[in-house]
């Protein structure tokens, strides 16, 4: 299995025990990074982890960091995100995996999740990849998923947003008709903003026309954290 990508969202927890190096961040468990980010205010983080949320926080990056419960419970969500982020890795070996913070962010470009050129529809191979993150997601049902769609840099802008919107919700739709719960699933339409490889190569452009998703702990989860950290 390859190495799954994770960041701790923890720089209070950094300063105030001295550390110095991202390595001694990593170093740390899950359930000390929910306490280290319960110990700092949102304001704080916001302002450390700025430049990585992207415009208005409204990216899959944002929107973990956006819903950081923090404390012994955002340790306990730490650990339970912990397992769905590995059977997910082993369910899609073509997805980008990452732990951040409290929350799951995948990244699904044409490896895993591709579509026609200019079209919103999934491809079977789309398809076929998603099938086997459904087992996963109802594996795991007290979990909000959050669907960023995604284009290059080709065509106007208002096309790309429309474009971007339509295939985030073409996968959401697709998820649905899976058996995973609509209420459980937000999409958002980001055009080519946010890219993550250079648009002037056709390598790069195919890397950003991609699908990101955000997995955050429901209402339900996080009341079972904190009752289980209050017994602690």
């Given at each position: 299995?390859?190495?799954?990508?994770?960041?701790?969202?923890?720089?209070?927890?950094?300063?105030?025990?001295?550390?110095?190096?991202?390595?001694?961040?990593?170093?740390?468990?899950?359930?000390?990074r929910g306490v280290a980010i319960g110990a700092a205010s949102g304001a704080v983080i916001g302002g450390v982890l700025g430049n990585n949320v992207g415009k208005g926080g409204n990216t899959a990056l944002g929107a973990i960091i956006g819903g950081v419960v923090g404390g012994a419970a955002g340790g306990l969500i730490g650990n339970r995100m912990d397992k769905q982020a590995q059977k997910i890795d082993q369910a899609l070996p073509g997805a980008e995996v990452e732990r951040v913070g409290e929350g799951i962010k995948?990244?699904?470009?044409?490896?895993?999740?591709?579509?026609?050129?200019?079209?919103?529809?999934?491809?079977?191979?789309?398809?076929?990849?998603?099938?086997?993150?459904?087992?996963?997601?109802?594996?795991?049902?007290?979990?909000?998923?959050?669907?960023?769609?995604?284009?290059?840099?080709?065509?106007a802008d208002d096309y790309n947003l429309k474009l971007s919107e339509q295939r985030a919700a073409s996968v959401k739709t697709y998820?649905?008709?899976?058996?995973?719960?609509?209420?459980?699933?937000?999409?958002?339409?980001?055009?080519?903003?946010?890219?993550?490889?250079?648009?002037?190569?056709?390598?790069?452009?195919r890397q950003n026309r991609r699908v990101e998703f955000a997995i955050t702990a429901n209402e339900k989860m996080i009341q079972e954290a904190q009752q289980q950290a209050e017994k602690k």
């Amino acid at each position: 299995m390859k190495t799954m990508k994770i960041y701790a969202v923890a720089a209070a927890f950094m300063f105030s025990i001295g550390f110095t190096s991202c390595e001694a961040v990593k170093n740390t468990n899950n359930t000390q990074r929910g306490v280290a980010i319960g110990a700092a205010s949102g304001a704080v983080i916001g302002g450390v982890l700025g430049n990585n949320v992207g415009k208005g926080g409204n990216t899959a990056l944002g929107a973990i960091i956006g819903g950081v419960v923090g404390g012994a419970a955002g340790g306990l969500i730490g650990n339970r995100m912990d397992k769905q982020a590995q059977k997910i890795d082993q369910a899609l070996p073509g997805a980008e995996v990452e732990r951040v913070g409290e929350g799951i962010k995948i990244t699904l470009g044409e490896n895993s999740v591709n579509f026609d050129l200019n079209k919103s529809t999934l491809t079977s191979t789309a398809k076929a990849n998603l099938d086997k993150l459904v087992p996963v997601f109802n594996e795991y049902p007290d979990t909000n998923i959050q669907i960023f769609g995604y284009t290059d840099s080709s065509g106007a802008d208002d096309y790309n947003l429309k474009l971007s919107e339509q295939r985030a919700a073409s996968v959401k739709t697709y998820l649905s008709g899976k058996g995973i719960s609509s209420a459980r699933i937000v999409t958002i339409g980001r055009g080519e903003a946010d890219p993550i490889a250079d648009n002037s190569t056709a390598e790069g452009m195919r890397q950003n026309r991609r699908v990101e998703f955000a997995i955050t702990a429901n209402e339900k989860m996080i009341q079972e954290a904190q009752q289980q950290a209050e017994k602690k």
